[in-house]
């Protein structure tokens, strides 16, 4: 199968995308709109791109229903400041929650029944219910399209870390304590139980 992305259309592309992308780590954002107005959404196109400054990223799509720009990446603009929050499984359902396409108006906070806590060096609450936040300040948005399903990249540097003392030793995370979920295509998610390792090999080693 070969294919070429200009002679089909957007939304197919856009599932080839999330089905061949996977698994997705989930970006749980907490934003702040300039009137107050608390917004919480997920995102799975989200990685970390630099240690030193440690400095992550997410990307917010234009929606595709309506062409409009998401109150995420409106917030992120207008205020510089955003928290990422990690998703674990036993609040999966109420970051699903999150994910309806609210009015601008609409605390997600409020709809999903999550509780928001203050952060300590940005305006953005992080989740009481994850395991760990990261409070970011906004370092550039780079728009790759405005056309609907078309994405921004968001960068933000990591300000302050909040881990849960029960997963954390040596700066290692536990999985098995964390729970993390991740995305595969259309409804589907993934757990982090069935874990294997590989030590990296140095140059020179024989296979």
């Given at each position: 199968m070969i294919i070429n992305p200009p002679e089909h259309d957007y939304r197919d592309i856009y599932k080839?995308?999330?089905?061949?992308?996977v698994p997705r780590p989930i970006a749980f954002v907490s934003t702040i709109s300039e009137d107050g107005i608390r917004n919480?959404?997920?995102?799975?196109?989200?990685?970390?791109?630099s240690a030193n400054p440690p400095v992550i990223c997410f990307s917010p799509m234009i929606r595709g229903s309506d062409?409009?720009?998401?109150d995420t990446l409106r917030n992120c603009e207008a205020t510089k400041e955003f928290v990422v929050n990690v998703v674990s499984e036993e609040f999966a359902e109420r970051m699903n929650?999150?994910?309806?396409?609210?009015?601008?108006e609409v605390d997600e906070f409020e709809m999903s029944g999550l509780t928001?806590?203050?952060?300590?060096?940005?305006?953005?609450?992080?989740?009481k219910e994850?395991?760990?936040s990261m409070e970011c300040r906004l370092v550039q948005i780079v728009e790759v399209s405005s056309k609907p399903l078309g994405g921004s990249l968001v960068m933000g540097e990591v300000l302050r870390f909040h881990v849960d003392d029960a997963l954390f030793e040596n700066y290692k995370?536990?999985?098995d304590k964390l729970h993390a979920i991740g995305r595969m295509g259309g409804p589907t998610y993934t757990r982090t139980t069935d874990l294997f390792d590989m030590v990296r090999p140095k140059a020179g080693q024989s296979r």
């Amino acid at each position: 199968m070969i294919i070429n992305p200009p002679e089909h259309d957007y939304r197919d592309i856009y599932k080839l995308m999330v089905g061949v992308i996977v698994p997705r780590p989930i970006a749980f954002v907490s934003t702040i709109s300039e009137d107050g107005i608390r917004n919480l959404a997920p995102f799975s196109f989200f990685t970390g791109i630099s240690a030193n400054p440690p400095v992550i990223c997410f990307s917010p799509m234009i929606r595709g229903s309506d062409g409009a720009r998401k109150d995420t990446l409106r917030n992120c603009e207008a205020t510089k400041e955003f928290v990422v929050n990690v998703v674990s499984e036993e609040f999966a359902e109420r970051m699903n929650i999150c994910s309806v396409e609210y009015p601008p108006e609409v605390d997600e906070f409020e709809m999903s029944g999550l509780t928001p806590v203050a952060s300590d060096l940005v305006k953005p609450p992080r989740v009481k219910e994850s395991h760990i936040s990261m409070e970011c300040r906004l370092v550039q948005i780079v728009e790759v399209s405005s056309k609907p399903l078309g994405g921004s990249l968001v960068m933000g540097e990591v300000l302050r870390f909040h881990v849960d003392d029960a997963l954390f030793e040596n700066y290692k995370i536990d999985p098995d304590k964390l729970h993390a979920i991740g995305r595969m295509g259309g409804p589907t998610y993934t757990r982090t139980t069935d874990l294997f390792d590989m030590v990296r090999p140095k140059a020179g080693q024989s296979r």
